[in-house]
């Protein structure tokens, strides 16, 4: 998983899911689990 400033280019990514978890934002992909990332 990465940490990163901003997930816009992930959030492109198809199959991509923004889901905010205990105050932290996350992208999870179902279809490319390997795109997973952290905000903050």
Do not use: D, E, W, Y
Request: aromatic share 2%; hydrophobic share 35%.
């Amino acid at each position: 998983m990465k940490v990163r400033n901003s997930l816009r280019a992930l959030k492109k990514i198809p199959g991509a899911q923004i889901v905010r978890r205990g105050g932290r934002t996350f992208v999870i992909n179902k279809k490319n689990p390997r795109m997973k990332a952290r905000q903050g």
